[in-house]
């Protein structure tokens, strides 16, 4: 991932952390539900389709405020490793995993996967909200895939004849790159990267995100 994305989510990490939360005021709450809600399908989904996480090791690539760490400690993950690029998503991880007294099962990674890779193995892996930024993601899940002993579930987003023109246009004066998948690029580039098992969940809303669920 580019400085683009970095310094974006590093400036917008205080205004992402509310979304998951329900900090924001009424209308701002409308918005996001009637607008992301694919966001919320999508963290939904994740915890379904990984099933039990009593005493896995999980690893959460690009965690961002940490709203998917926490949930992953609550349902029992006895370690998450959470990476991110941008410095104040992870000090927002940390302060969520504090106010829940699980620190300690807490490991926190700087730096941008997969050339900060920690060591593996991990029982399960969350990489929601990060492929949309990365312009090689065979490698990059062909790097993931290397540590896995067990699932992992990711994000891609779809063409959109309404929203994608508009949020490419808005990322681009951010200078912050964007990549859109149809289901067949998503399937293809899977398999490329190593998954012998690619399940596509396509989630209906606004952002339609597909959610794929990917074992080595």
């Known amino acids: 991932m580019n400085q683009g994305p970095v310094a974006f989510f590093d400036s917008f990490a205080d205004t992402f952390d509310t979304l998951y939360d329900g900090r924001r005021n009424a209308?701002?709450?409308w918005i996001d539900r009637r607008f992301r809600s694919d966001m919320f399908a999508r963290y939904a989904l994740t915890f379904e389709r990984l099933g039990d996480l009593t005493g896995k090791r999980g690893l959460d690539v690009g965690c961002g405020s940490g709203p998917y760490v926490a949930e992953s400690l609550r349902r029992?993950?006895?370690?998450?490793?959470?990476l991110d690029p941008?410095?104040?998503m992870l000090e927002l991880t940390e302060q969520r995993v504090r106010a829940l007294g699980l620190s300690d099962r807490l490991t926190l990674v700087g730096g941008s996967f997969p050339e900060s890779k920690p060591p593996g193995p991990f029982d399960f892996a969350i990489v929601m909200g990060v492929l949309d930024y990365v312009e090689d993601p065979v490698s990059f899940l062909g790097a993931l895939r290397s540590l896995l002993a067990g699932k992992a579930v990711a994000s891609f987003p779809s063409q959109h004849w309404f929203r994608?023109?508009?949020?490419?246009m808005r990322y681009r004066l951010r200078r912050c790159p964007l990549y859109i998948y149809r289901e067949d690029q998503v399937r293809d580039v899977c398999r490329r990267a190593?998954?012998?098992?690619v399940e596509v969940v396509k989630i209906p809303g606004a952002g339609m995100d597909y959610h794929v669920c990917l074992t080595p």
């Open 27 to 29: 209308v701002m709450r």
């Open 86 to 88: 941008a410095p104040r």
């Open 164 to 168: 994608t023109p508009l949020r490419r």
């Open 76 to 82: 029992g993950a006895g370690h998450v490793v959470a």
């Open 194 to 197: 190593g998954f012998h098992r």
